[in-house]
C-alpha cells in the first residue's frame, strides 16, 4: 500500500467522567471513567482483567460474574460509576497464588468442567460465592444445579460441572490430598 | 512414561490458563490505541435502500470513520460461494456492506469506527437510511409458489437448489411393498450461540507491510486465503490467528461475515488497530443459523417391517442468502436412511430462500433433521405393524457382517461415496435395551400411571459420517533446547481439548509426556496448509496427519540415538523422553541432546550444544556436516487426506415424565450408547457426547429462532430464546463401544457432533408412549414444546 498522510483520528468521546476509587482484588485503583462505562468493561478494558468475560450484556449467561462487596454479582449490568468504593474480586483474584490453584478451580481441572473456557470464570466466582456464604452447603444433585443455574455453558452440558462443585468441596474439607 | 497415552483419561492441557481467566480470546488481545466498530443494520426483512445519509454520525466526537458500500472500494463485492455445487443454479451471496438492497433484519448497511464501542453504537443512530419496504414470505411451503414474493427478484418460486439423489431402484421396491408408511415432519431454526460471540481484530504493519488478523473462526487458513485473494495481497503477507475462542459449533466455520473483510480494510485505511467484537443481539440478527426443514418421508416395507425403500422430499430453509452451498441438505440427504439396510433410496430436496439471517451448519449440519425424519417414521411404522420398536430397528439395522456397507448412488457433503466402515449396530441396541432393563421400566411405567404419573421411553438411533476431507497436514518439531515437542496443525480450536488429543497422539510415538506436546494450532504464521474445524473431522484428519508425522520423527530420532548411542536402532527405547538400549536404561539420551546432536552448529550456546560444535569429539566428520539430502535437527511434515467420511453411530434413550396438566416434561434419566471408532481420550469424548446432548435438549423442547409474518426476529436476546441452564439439562449416562474404522491408521472416527442428532426423536417418541393413555397426536415436529403437547392432547389452539 501507498504510504499516505497519517490520518488525524480521535482519541476519545465527549462522554462527561468522574473519578472512582475502589478495590480490586486486594489493591486499591482509581480511574476517571465515563459515566457510562460498564464494570465489565472498566475491568477488561481499564484495568486489563480480562478474565471477566462478557457473554451477553444483559445479565442472562453470568459469564462476567465477579464478587462484589461478597457477593455474585453481573458486572455487565452494573456501570463502573456504581462500584466507587466498592471491593470486588475478580478470576483473576481467586487462586491463593501464581503457583497454586483455588480449590474450586483445581476442581473444575480435574472434572473436565470446561471446554472453550468462556464461561468458566463467571461459573467459579458463583461456586467460589456458594460456598464462602454456605458453612454446611446441601450438595444435593438438585440443590447443586439450582445454585449453578444463574449461568449459562454451551460446552459441557452442566454434568461435569456439578461433579466439580462435590470435588472442590471435598478438597476444601479435606485439603488438598483429598 | 512407559504407557501408551492414546486412550487414557489424560486431563486437558489447556485448563491451567483457562480457570485462572488467563485465556486470550480476541477482545482480551491488548491492541493500543485500537478503533471500535457497530454497524447500521437493516431493520427490514426486505426492501430497498433510496439514500443513506452520513454526515451527522461523521462529524459526531469520537468517530473516526464512517463507511458506505459507496466507501469500500474492492470490497463492494458479492462475497464468495464456498461450496458451489452443479445442482445450485440460483447461487446469491451478500454483499459486506448492502447496496441498494436489503435481505433480512440484520443485514449490515453502515459501518462506524469510533474511539469505542459506545460511541460507535451512538453514531449508527445517526446514520440516516431511507428504506422501501418490499413484501415477504416467510413459510418454506408458500414461499415456493409462483405468486410468492421473491427475496431475489431474478430467482424464480425462491429455490436456490433442487436435487434428487437414487440408491437402487427405489420405484421398483415401491411397487411390490406390502407396507406404506408416510409422514410430514418439522425441524425449526436454532442458533449456535456459542458464548463468546464471533469476533475480530485487525492491525495493519506498516513496515512489514503485513496484515495481522486475529479471527475468532474455526477456518483461519481459508481465512487467509480468502483475504489475501479480495484485498490484493499475497498469502504471506496476511497472518490469521484464531486464538483462544469461545465455542463456535459451526457457527464459526462459515466464512466471510461482512466484518472478516471490513475490519481488516479499515484497519489498513486508517492506520490503526481496528476490532469488531459482535453482541449477543448481532449474533442472533447477523450470524448464521440451521436448522428449518420439512421432510415428507415414505417407507415401503413388508408386512414383517422390512424397509424395502424410502422416499424423502424436503424443504431446505437457507435464509437470504447461500454461501455454504447446499451442505446441510446433502448431509441431511446422506443422511436419511440413518443406521438402517435400505438398498432402495430416492431423497430430493429445494433449498429455499427467505428474508431471513443465513442458514450454514450448526453443530449437526443436517444430521438432526434426518434423524428426526426416519426415527419418527420408524416408529410410526411399528405402530402401524404392531411391532415392538426395538424389533423394527433390530430387523432393519445393517448387519455386523455387512460392513462396508455402500450407499451407492449417494455422494456425500465431501464429493464421496456414501459408505458406512464399521460398526455393531445391532449390539449399541442390544446394550441399550439391556441398561435400560425394558422388564423394569414398563413395571414402573405401569405403576407410575397407576399414581396418575406419566412415563415414556424414548428412543432414537443416529449415524454420522465424520472426518471429511480434503486433507489436514501437521509439522512436528523436537526443540533442541528443551527437548520439547512442538505440534502444529491447520485447525484452530473452540474448547474441543485438541491440545490434549493431539499431544496424546505425538507423544506415544516420541516416548515423552503429553504434558511435555506443545500443540500450536489456529495460526497461518505457525502452519498454513489445510481447511478448518468443521464435520467432526479434528480428531480423524488432524489426527492421523500427526500420527503419521510422529512416526517419521520417531525413526529420525531412533537413528540418530542409535549413532549415539553406538546400538542397533532396533534396540533402542524411547521413553520419559530419554532414548536407551533395551535392558540398559543408564546408557540413555534426552531427546534435547538428540535433537542438538541432530544439527550441526558452529556456536556452543549452553551445555548440551557443545557435543554438536565443530571440534566435538561426537561431531567429527571428514566432509560436509550435513550429508546429502540431509536435513538438520528432528523434524518432519506429512499429510492426512480421507478416502472417505467414517462413520459413527449411537443410539439414545430416555425415561422421561410428562405432566399433561401442565404439558411440562422431565427428563427422568438420559443413556447414551455411542461408537466412535478407538477414542484418543475417553473423558474429553464424554465432555462431547454431554455438551452435545445439552444442544439437543435445547433444539428438541427450549429452543426456536421466532420471526413474525414480516420477518422481525422475535426472540433475538437470552431473556427469550431459551438455552437450558444446569437446571434443565439431565445427566447422560454413556456406555461406549470401539469399533475401529478401518479407514485410518489410528481407527478413529469423530465425535463432536454426535450428541445432539438424536435428541429430537428421544424427546418426541419419549412424550408419545408417556401420553399414550391419553391418546395423544402426532409429535412430528420438533422444538417439541409445552404448547405443541397441549394441541397434540386436543388442546384448541389460542389465535
Known amino acids: 500500500m501507498t504510504r499516505q498522510i497519517r490520518k488525524v483520528l480521535p482519541r476519545e468521546n465527549s462522554d462527561p467522567r468522574r473519578e472512582v476509587s475502589l478495590t480490586v482484588n486486594g489493591e486499591a485503583v482509581t480511574r476517571r471513567v465515563s459515566t457510562r462505562l460498564l464494570l465489565s468493561d472498566f475491568l477488561r478494558h481499564e484495568l486489563g482483567l480480562t478474565g471477566t468475560h462478557v457473554g451477553c450484556e444483559h445479565g442472562v449467561c453470568g459469564c462476567c460474574t465477579v464478587t462484589l462487596d461478597g457477593a455474585a454479582a453481573r458486572s455487565c449490568l452494573t456501570l463502573a460509576v456504581q462500584a466507587d468504593g466498592a471491593t470486588i474480586r475478580t478470576i483473576e483474584g481467586v487462586a491463593p497464588s501464581a503457583d497454586v490453584l483455588h480449590p474450586v478451580q483445581q476442581a473444575f481441572h480435574e472434572c473436565h468442567a470446561l471446554q472453550c473456557g468462556f464461561c468458566t470464570p463467571g461459573f467459579i466466582n458463583s461456586v467460589v460465592c456458594y460456598f464462602e456464604e454456605n458453612e454446611n452447603p446441601d450438595l444435593s444433585e438438585d440443590s447443586i444445579r439450582e445454585m449453578l443455574s444463574g449461568n449459562l455453558c454451551r460446552c459441557t452440558g452442566y454434568q461435569n460441572i456439578v461433579l466439580a462443585v462435590r470435588r472442590a468441596h471435598e478438597l476444601m474439607t479435606n485439603g488438598a490430598e483429598a | ?799
Open chain 2, 1 to 799: 512414561m512407559s504407557t501408551a497415552q492414546f486412550g487414557e483419561r489424560v486431563q486437558r492441557l489447556a485448563d491451567a490458563k483457562l480457570v485462572r481467566g488467563e485465556g486470550n480470546y480476541i477482545d482480551d488481545i491488548p491492541l493500543d490505541g485500537a478503533l471500535h466498530v457497530a454497524f447500521v443494520r437493516s431493520p427490514f426483512a426486505r426492501a430497498k435502500i433510496n439514500s443513506i445519509d452520513c454526515e451527522a454520525a461523521r462529524e459526531m466526537d469520537g468517530v473516526a470513520a464512517v463507511y458506505t458500500s459507496d466507501d469500500i472500494g474492492r470490497l463492494d463485492i458479492e462475497m464468495p460461494l464456498l461450496i458451489p455445487h452443479p445442482s445450485l443454479t440460483q447461487a446469491r451471496t451478500q454483499r459486506p456492506l448492502a447496496r441498494d438492497d436489503v435481505f433480512y433484519v440484520g443485514q449490515t448497511v453502515a459501518m462506524v469506527v469510533a474511539v469505542d464501542r459506545y460511541t460507535a453504537e451512538d453514531a449508527t443512530r445517526m446514520v440516516d437510511v431511507d428504506y422501501e419496504p418490499l413484501g415477504v414470505e416467510l413459510d418454506l411451503e408458500a414461499a415456493i409458489q409462483d405468486d410468492a414474493p421473491r427475496v431475489h427478484a431474478d430467482v424464480p418460486n425462491n429455490i436456490a437448489a433442487h436435487f434428487v439423489q437414487t440408491s437402487g431402484d427405489p420405484d421398483g421396491a415401491f411397487a411390490r411393498a406390502e407396507h406404506f408408511t408416510k409422514i410430514r415432519v418439522q425441524v425449526d431454526r436454532s442458533t449456535a450461540a456459542p458464548l463468546e460471540c464471533r469476533a475480530i481484530a485487525a492491525r495493519w504493519d506498516t513496515v512489514t507491510e503485513e496484515l495481522m488478523v486475529w479471527d475468532g473462526t474455526q477456518a483461519p487458513i481459508s481465512v487467509r486465503g480468502g483475504l489475501a485473494s479480495i484485498l490484493g495481497l499475497d498469502e504471506d503477507k496476511v497472518r490469521v490467528t484464531a486464538p483462544d475462542v469461545g465455542g463456535g459449533f459451526g457457527q464459526k466455520v462459515m466464512l466471510f461475515y461482512p466484518d472478516e473483510l471490513l475490519v481488516p480494510y479499515a484497519a489498513m485505511q486508517l492506520g490503526r488497530p481496528v476490532k469488531y467484537i459482535e453482541d449477543r443481539n448481532e449474533n442472533f440478527i447477523g450470524s448464521a443459523q440451521e436448522r428449518t426443514q420439512i421432510h415428507e418421508i415414505e417407507l415401503a416395507a413388508t408386512k414383517d417391517g422390512e424397509i424395502l425403500a424410502l422416499r424423502d422430499s424436503f424443504l431446505h430453509d437457507t435464509g437470504a442468502f447461500i454461501p455454504y452451498g447446499i451442505a446441510i441438505a446433502q448431509v441431511a440427504s446422506t443422511s436419511i436412511a440413518g443406521p438402517y439396510r435400505v438398498p432402495n433410496i430416492r431423497v430430493e430436496f429445494k433449498a429455499i430462500y427467505t428474508p431471513t439471517v443465513l442458514i450454514t451448519p450448526y453443530r449437526g449440519c443436517g444430521r438432526p433433521q434426518a434423524c428426526f425424519a426416519i426415527e419418527r417414521a420408524l416408529d410410526k411404522l411399528a405402530d402401524e405393524l404392531g411391532l415392538d420398536r426395538f424389533e423394527v430397528r433390530r430387523r432393519n439395522l445393517i448387519r455386523d457382517d455387512e460392513f462396508p456397507y455402500r450407499r451407492d448412488g449417494l455422494v456425500f457433503a465431501d464429493g464421496l461415496p456414501v459408505e458406512h466402515d464399521s460398526g455393531q449396530y445391532g449390539r449399541a441396541l442390544d446394550m441399550i435395551a439391556e441398561h435400560i432393563d425394558l422388564v423394569a421400566f414398563a413395571e414402573e411405567q405401569k405403576a407410575a400411571l397407576a399414581e396418575g404419573r406419566y412415563l415414556g421411553l424414548g428412543l432414537g438411533y443416529y449415524v454420522e459420517g465424520t472426518g471429511l476431507g480434503p486433507y489436514e497436514g501437521s509439522h512436528i518439531r523436537i526443540h533442541p533446547i528443551t527437548g520439547k515437542v512442538y505440534v502444529n496443525t491447520g485447525l484452530s480450536c473452540q474448547g474441543q481439548g485438541h491440545e490434549t488429543v493431539f499431544a496424546q497422539i505425538a507423544a506415544d510415538q516420541l516416548g515423552v509426556d503429553a504434558s511435555d506436546v506443545i500443540v500450536v494450532e489456529g495460526d497461518t504464521g505457525a502452519f498454513d496448509w489445510g481447511v478448518a474445524t468443521f464435520a467432526s473431522r479434528a480428531a480423524v484428519v488432524s489426527g492421523n496427519a500427526i500420527h503419521k508425522t510422529a512416526i517419521k520423527v520417531r525413526a529420525q530420532v531412533l537413528e540418530a540415538a542409535a549413532n549415539m548411542l553406538e546400538a542397533a536402532q532396533e534396540d533402542i527405547v524411547l521413553e520419559d523422553g530419554k532414548a536407551f538400549v533395551n535392558g540398559v536404561p543408564e546408557m540413555a539420551v534426552t531427546l534435547a541432546e538428540i535433537a542438538t546432536a541432530s544439527n550441526p552448529l558452529r556456536y556452543a550456546f549452553n551445555e548440551a550444544a557443545k557435543t554438536s560444535t565443530q571440534f566435538a569429539p561426537a561431531s567429527k566428520h571428514d566432509g560436509p556436516a550435513l550429508a546429502e539430502g540431509e536435513a538438520p535437527g528432528l523434524e518432519a511434515t506429512d499429510y492426512y487426506s480421507p478416502p472417505h467420511a467414517t462413520w459413527a453411530y449411537g443410539v439414545h434413550a430416555a425415561i422421561i415424565e410428562v405432566d399433561p396438566g401442565l404439558c411440562s416434561i422431565k427428563f427422568r434419566r438420559y443413556i447414551c450408547v455411542h461408537d466412535c471408532g478407538r477414542m484418543i481420550n475417553p473423558t474429553l469424548v464424554e465432555g462431547q457426547i454431554m455438551g452435545g446432548v445439552a444442544q439437543g435438549v435445547g433444539g428438541a423442547h427450549y429452543e426456536r429462532i421466532e420471526y413474525d409474518v414480516d420477518g422481525n426476529p422475535r426472540n433475538a436476546n437470552f431473556m427469550d430464546f431459551l438455552i437450558p441452564y444446569a437446571t434443565e439439562v439431565p445427566p447422560v449416562e454413556i456406555l461406549h463401544l470401539e469399533t475401529p474404522s478401518p479407514l485410518n491408521p489410528l481407527g478413529v472416527k469423530g465425535v463432536g457432533e454426535a450428541g445432539c442428532i438424536p435428541v429430537g426423536q428421544v424427546l418426541a417418541s419419549g412424550v408419545a408412549d408417556a401420553l399414550a393413555p391419553l391418546g395423544i397426536g402426532p409429535l412430528e415436529h420438533v422444538p417439541l414444546t409445552p404448547d405443541m403437547i397441549f394441541h397434540a392432547l386436543g388442546g384448541e389452539k389460542d389465535e
